[in-house]
Nanobody, 125 residues
């Protein structure tokens, strides 16, 4: 059974930083893509960014480009989302997701096979 567990969410003031972690267990993702999504109240779940395990390329939504950074630790089977210069509009539940055996990062949430339970990020103004 594949499990993704996010951690690191919390409350932060605007302009602050948080680092989210997504630990994968039950299966390695040496060839699959990992993505981060977020969902604010009353809104659709949206793509934040992603990384391919195979070539380490990262991709970001325009709304977070230059502020968020995705990295990974292969040995720990963990992906990180470093969030800097946070804004109130970044407030959402953040989810990590994984594609099974597909290296291409996509922004389509329907393309991901596994999801974490989510972690709340709240940015106060």
């Amino acid at each position: 059974q594949v499990q993704l567990v996010e951690s690191g969410g919390g409350l932060v003031q605007a302009g602050g930083s948080l680092r989210l972690s997504c630990a994968a267990s039950g299966r390695t993702f040496s060839s699959g893509a990992m993505g981060w999504f977020r969902q604010a109240p009353g809104k659709e779940r949206e793509f934040v960014g992603g990384v391919s395990w195979s070539n380490e390329r990262t991709y970001y939504a325009n709304s977070v480009k230059g502020r968020f950074t995705i990295s990974r630790d292969n040995a720990k089977n963990t992906v990180y989302l470093q969030m800097n210069s946070l804004k109130p509009e970044d407030t959402a539940v953040y989810y990590c997701a994984a594609r099974r055996g597909v290296v291409v990062v996509t922004s389509g949430r329907g393309e991901y096979d596994y999801w974490g339970q989510g972690t709340q990020v709240t940015v106060s103004s």
